[in-house]
């Protein structure tokens, strides 16, 4: 093969994780850094830098059931989301590329251990639900 070759297979995103309803985690190289971004049928839905952050996002769409995430802002929330339990709201501003736990800590008001048992706690949900559904 030649080395356009192998730069051309390199730069095809590759998919991590698949999901239900035609979701998946899609990692693609770009240059020096790795992104990962969540697909559904309609396409490219939100870009991450981490996988740990794609995978928290693909567990709150599963435990959400799905929601829109467009026209929100850097910081917004989607109005399902946020209608959501303490600990689903929490987990989606975690997996947000802007923020992370020490922001949502700071931002509910509480320890960096609640914010980490609440993704905790959406993550194992989402594992129970992805497995009742297969």
Known sequence: MSDGENKRREEQPVVVEEYAHNCQI??????EYERYHYENPMGRVKSFDSLDRARLYADVQTVMGG????KIGER?????VAR?????????????PT????WVARSFGVDED????????VQERAEK??????
């Open 26 to 31: 899609v990692r693609e190289d770009e240059g």
């Open 99 to 102: 923020m992370g736990i020490e």
């Open 84 to 96: 959501a339990r303490e600990d689903v709201l929490a987990a989606y501003l975690v997996s947000n």
């Open 114 to 121: 609640v914010v980490r048992n609440y993704c905790q706690m």
């Open 76 to 80: 917004g929330v989607p109005p399902a």
């Open 67 to 70: 929601f829109r995430d467009e």
């Open 129 to 134: 639900k992805r497995n009742e559904d297969s």
